[in-house]
């Protein structure tokens, strides 16, 4: 990397923890004022650093344009895919990562068990929403007044006896699932499936998806299901390593 961009990039991270005047900024670079200067001009022309009136510099608009850019651009499903396919090979069962998509939760990839029993959930196809784990992620994480408006306005089908009965028994739910980080489908849908499930946060913290690990109750009893999660919380966290560009903690 030349001298100069290397300088330059030096100087992004510096105003990124607030604004700068142009003696911080030389002295932050080992360089003269006058290279500081010349540096500062040519970002400020291409808009990555903006001149505040009292002759400080901050972090322009155009380098939070082009952050938010990129982060539109990442498909979360192709950065998981590799991710969810190893946890497969590794539990054996289930895998499925899910959206929420106005207003509903969808599933946008799926990988099979190595056994016989098949789920019937397919690709772009809405989850329960009052049961489902995946569900239970990505609608706690809204803030407190959209939960509460959600959770008035769904119905509660009776799937199971196992299923969410009302308003007050999901927004509980949903507060349990915010505390802990993850969520369980234990026979709430249907009787003989389980399921567990954790968030993929995006850069802001923010859950982006939610993938899940289903089985049925014929194979591995909900306990020895339990017992996986923190195999999916890793993945989970790698996914969301991957996606938000952060090193995996």
């Known amino acids: 990397m030349s001298q100069t ?31 500081a200067l010349r540096l500062l001009r040519t970002l400020h022309e291409h808009g990555f650093v903006h001149r ?28 998981a895919h590799p991710h969810l396919v190893a946890l497969n090979e590794a539990c054996g069962h289930t895998v499925h990562l899910a959206v929420h998509e106005e207003g509903e939760v969808l599933y946008i990839d799926k990988v099979e068990s190595r056994y016989p029993v098949r789920m019937y959930s397919r690709i772009g196809k809405p989850v329960a929403l009052t049961v489902a784990a995946v569900a239970k992620l990505l609608l706690a994480d809204l803030p407190e007044p959209e ?10 089908p009776a799937y199971t006896s196992r299923s969410t009965p009302n308003a ?35 850069v802001d913290g923010r859950v982006v998806a939610a993938c899940s690990i289903s089985a049925p109750n014929v194979v591995v009893t909900a306990e020895e299901l339990l017992a996986l999660l923190p195999l999916l919380r890793r993945t989970a966290e790698a996914i969301s390593a991957e996606y938000s560009g952060r090193p995996l903690s």
Do not use: M
């Not at 604004?19 to 002295?27: G, I, M, S």
């Not at 939960?147 to 509660?156: G, H, V």
């Open 52 to 79: 505040q009136q009292d002759q400080r510099y901050r972090l322009g608009a155009r380098l939070f344009a082009l952050a938010q850019q990129a982060v539109e651009s990442l498909d979360v499903r192709e950065i």
């Open 168 to 202: 007050a028994a999901f927004l509980k739910e949903l507060a349990t699932v915010r505390e802990q980080g993850w969520a369980t489908d234990l026979g709430g849908h249907e009787e003989s499936i389980n399921c567990v499930g954790a968030p993929v946060r995006g």
């Open 147 to 156: 939960r509460r408006a959600l959770a008035e306005r769904l119905d509660y």
């Open 5 to 35: 961009v290397d300088r330059a990039l030096t100087i992004l991270p510096l105003l990124a923890e607030g604004p700068a005047n142009l003696e911080q900024v030389a002295n932050r670079l080992g360089v003269h004022k006058s290279t």
